[in-house]
């Protein structure tokens, strides 16, 4: 079974800290994401990554950075962490080719900002 | 561009009733996959059932089935024999071609209630 693993569950931070978010995937999978998911708006797309060391702006990046320095794992950084960021955060792979390929995700860090 | 739509904010149903979930969407891509996610109140998305573009029968996983009417472009989730553990949000999602990374497109959800 495809495992992806997000480094903590709850997350209570306080304004103005850097807040790095960790996520491992154990499938080899080429492509990573990086979501935040807010009531009535589904799930917003923050950054992707399709390779080692590349990274791609989704819908909706400000305020975030990314780091994929290992295939296997995706960082989510909030530079200067703000109450506006306090969100349900997930992260997802899946494999590059093949359109029945469906996304994995982990179990979401529930983050805080106070 | 891509987009799904999930019209239905909330939906009830009686248990042991059968549910459909509608979602349609947009591409101009030929080539596409339909994707079904269950979310529990405890926070994880499930992977439910995919449809490809280019299938001609509707996929169906247990309890689970898609009406999928290319025409129309939506792909309908079916839940039948309604239990109470089916009580989450359900996201429709469809992942995008290779010049978009294969990102997946999802829409804003439906939140299924389940009533004894």
């Known amino acids: 079974d495809v495992k992806v693993t997000q480094s903590s569950r709850y997350l209570v931070k306080r304004t103005g800290e850097k807040v790095f978010l960790e996520c491992v995937q154990d499938?080899?999978?080429?492509?990573m994401f990086w979501y935040r998911q807010d009531p009535g708006l589904g799930l917003r797309l923050i950054y992707f990554s399709y390779d080692v060391k590349m990274k791609e702006k989704g819908d909706i990046p400000e305020g975030y950075s990314v780091s994929r320095e290992k295939k296997e794992r995706f960082s989510l950084i909030l530079e200067s962490a703000s109450t506006n960021q306090t969100s349900m955060y997930l992260c997802?792979?899946?494999?590059?080719?093949?359109?029945?390929?469906?996304?994995?995700f982990g179990d979401g860090t529930r983050l805080s900002i106070l | 561009a891509q987009k799904i739509t999930q019209t239905q904010p909330g939906m009830f149903v009686q248990e042991k009733e059968a549910v459909t979930l509608d979602c349609t969407y947009d591409?101009?891509?030929?080539?596409?996959?339909l994707f079904w996610y269950k979310q529990p109140s405890s926070g994880e998305m499930i992977f439910l059932i995919y449809?490809?573009?280019?299938?001609?029968q509707n996929a169906t996983e247990g309890r689970y089935s898609l009406n999928f009417q290319k025409a129309r472009k939506s792909a309908n989730l079916v839940i039948s024999a309604s239990q109470l553990g089916d009580s989450a949000m359900y996201f429709c999602?469809?992942?995008?071609?290779?010049?978009?990374?294969?990102?997946?497109?999802f829409g804003t959800g439906t939140s299924l209630t389940v009533i004894p």
């Open positions: 999602a469809m992942r995008g071609p290779l010049s978009t990374g294969n990102q997946f497109y």
């Open positions: 997802a792979s899946h494999y590059r080719g093949g359109n029945n390929q469906p996304q994995h």
């Open positions: 449809q490809g573009s280019y299938d001609q």
């Open positions: 591409t101009s891509d030929p080539s596409y996959g």
């Open positions: 499938m080899d999978h080429e492509n």
